[in-house]
């Protein structure tokens, strides 16, 4: 549909159909599952490493909506609440406030009235703002500093989504919720969810529990006084098929708020309460965030700072408390599932309290984790292959009878299907690859253990898991044992130059672990195998014709983008630990002194996308 040559067909699609060919563009398929598995890595390593980062997936899919409006207006037609409201979706699915509020003065200048839905897609926009992207989504705890940071006028790179004070996003939302209600627009539990989060985002405590206790009559203060469920009032007997009956998303609202709120024990004794008592199963996503904003807590800040101070108090809670949250949600009746980032935590409290039989077994369960997702990997690939292998046969064919190949065949809608399923299987192969090199880089350099003494360690337990896990380890790295043995270099097999998903050795090999078998000391578990870029390139030599900016499947080989020579030159100038910038520039150490990492990156320009972006607005609308 975004084809210039589509534009005339588009243009007189009628009404009804050209809404549901619009709403079949969804931000929950197209969007939320890479901003989802995007959460754990570094915006550095997807720079690295040549893969789109979540902010232009969620600018080229907008771009794409917005061309799509464009050819329809341009052909006289206005556009009209449902269009609108779509659009509104596409801002709440990244939390890009920027976007909605220009959605929303379009809308007013359009003349067209917004329902409940829009006000619920804007709200949690303003609520969600930069919260999914870079180091802002490690920075929703309520901290002193953090509440500081968010109240300027003027905010630093990582504090430039919802503000507090003056420009308080809890002010913001009240005032749509009223609106929403004086307009005629009867409050749902989304509403009530937005309401609740606002106030969490600016510390405001009484609010969250004002709308628990006022719509739902749970009080959560009493909850955590008494145990017993029988004797706390019962809650408001809503109907299933009420629009204020809780579902999981309250669940999951409640543990994102009181744990930015440093109240764990709040946020699992009221969700045990509502869970219990509309009959409610705890989704996995729910245990998730309990377990990540637990471990955060959890974790002792040693720089000695006042903001270090209050981190280390401010709600903090037991490493043992983590550990059994994990017990309680890896066990009946709840066997969640644990992802490798929940591991990865796990990992870390057990190098804190010196477990090296711990730590092992973690990454084992890491690892066969990885191994199951390699699995539906290539089991998602051969969909690919079994639905692109008639098409191929029928252009080969073609190509033989001196024809020019119809690049229509390949706009199938199962064959788009299968390479989005494909693709989304992909990056959670990357991702995982990626936290199993962080993990292991963190645990080879532990330099003693509680469960073992460090002879064990040194000469027998660390030397097998270098070699056990030598695919996952940097090229080099250093590693300082003691002053009577001196310093030892490791010699993985990832790096920038040479690293296992770069473009080095773009073909032969995935990264395995290593088993000893008692023969041979050290064999792969799992026999030596092509990348999957590999595999593609492959197909590539067997059918040279191949158009790879063919949608859809140029995303089988632009999975990863070769570095530009202009790319690696603004890497040079990040290599030394300090860059000066121009005294008027944003970044210098006159206007910003504190700009950190992310602040170099954005100096440089590393963050942007290459063309004009929708989520990192340039003060102008896109509307």
């Known amino acids: 549909m975004t084809d210039p040559r589509s534009a005339g067909l588009v243009a007189s699609l009628p009404q009804t159909v050209f809404i549901e060919a619009l709403h079949r563009l969804s931000p929950i398929y197209f969007v939320e599952p890479f901003r989802n598995l995007h959460h754990p890595l570094h915006s550095w390593s997807t720079l690295l490493n040549g893969l789109k980062r979540v902010e232009e997936i969620f600018d080229d ?48 200048d359009s003349g067209v009235i917004p329902d409940g839905q829009c006000y619920n897609h804007y709200m949690e926009a303003l609520v969600w703002d930069h919260c999914y992207t870079g180091e802002e989504a490690y920075r929703l705890r309520i901290l002193p500093r953090h509440y500081y940071k968010r109240r300027q006028e003027d905010r630093n790179i990582g504090w430039q989504g919802y503000g507090t004070a003056k420009q308080s996003v809890r002010k913001m939302v009240l005032k749509l919720f009223n609106e929403m209600l004086d307009n005629g627009h009867p409050a749902d539990e989304r509403s009530y969810i937005n309401v609740m989060l606002a106030s969490a985002r600016v510390g405001h405590g009484p609010g969250i529990r004002h709308v628990l206790k006022n719509v739902y009559n749970v009080d959560v203060d009493a909850l955590k006084q008494e145990p017993d469920n029988s004797k706390i009032p019962p809650p408001t007997p809503h109907e299933p098929w009420s629009a204020l009956y809780p579902t999981e998303n ?23 309460f509502i869970s219990a008592s509309y009959n409610i199963a705890i989704p996995p996503r729910v245990w998730y965030e309990i377990f990540e904003r637990a471990y955060v807590l959890c974790r002792f800040n040693t720089t000695g700072t006042t903001h270090a ?10 490493m043992q408390l983590v550990q059994s949250i994990f017990e309680t949600m890896t066990s009946e009746p709840f066997n969640v599932q644990p992802t490798i980032q929940m591991r990865r935590s796990m990992i870390n409290i057990s190098i804190d309290m010196g477990s090296l039989e711990d730590c092992k077994s973690h ?15 290539e089991r998602a690939r051969a969909v690919v292959l079994r639905c692109l292998r008639p098409i191929l046969d029928t252009t080969e064919e073609q190509k033989k009878q001196g024809q020019k190949a119809d690049p229509s065949l390949f706009q199938s809608p199962i064959l788009a299907e299968a390479i989005q399923a494909y693709d989304i299987l992909r990056l959670e192969v990357y991702q995982q690859v990626y936290l199993l090199g962080r993990i292991l880089f963190v645990t080879v350099r532990v330099p003693h253990w509680k469960d073992t003494s460090d002879k064990s360690w040194f000469y027998q337990e660390r030397p097998k898991m270098l070699e056990e896990w030598r695919d996952f380890l940097p090229a080099r790295k250093r590693i300082f044992y003691d002053e009577n043995t001196g310093i030892m270099d490791m010699q993985g097999r990832t790096g920038f130059k040479d690293r296992v998903w770069g473009f080095a050795n773009y073909g032969r090999h995935i990264p395995v672990r290593r088993m000893t078998n008692h023969k041979t000391l050290f064999k792969p578990t799992e026999h030596e195998a092509w990348t999957q870029e590999g595999k593609w390139n492959d197909l590539l030599k067997r059918y040279p014709w191949l158009d790879t900016t063919l949608a859809p499947i140029d995303r089988l080989f632009n999975f990863q983008r070769p570095n530009s020579p202009e790319f690696l030159n603004m890497l040079e ?5 300090w ?5 008027d520039h944003p970044q210098s150490s006159a206007r910003n002194p504190h700009g950190g990492f992310y602040g170099k990156l954005a100096a440089l320009g590393l963050l942007k996308s290459k063309e004009r972006g929708i989520f990192l607005l340039d003060h102008e609308s896109w509307i």
């Open 573 to 577: 100038k990040l290599r030394d630990n």
């Open 363 to 377: 990454l084992t369960a890491a690892y066969d984790l990885l191994s199951q997702t390699r699995q539906k990997q």
């Open 61 to 108: 899919f907008v771009q794409k909506l917005l061309t799509i409006t464009r050819y329809r207006t341009s052909a006289g037609h206005s556009l009209d609440l449902a269009e609108f409201t779509h659009l509104l979706d596409c801002a709440r699915s990244m939390g890009n406030g920027p976007l909605a509020h220009d959605i929303w003065n379009s809308m007013s």
């Open 309 to 318: 101070e209050q981190a280390n108090t401010i709600g903090s809670v037991s």
């Open 250 to 272: 309250l669940l999951f609202a409640i543990a994102h708020a009181f744990g930015t709120n440093n109240d764990i024990p709040g946020a699992v004794r009221t969700i045990e």
């Open 579 to 583: 860059v000066e910038y121009p005294e």
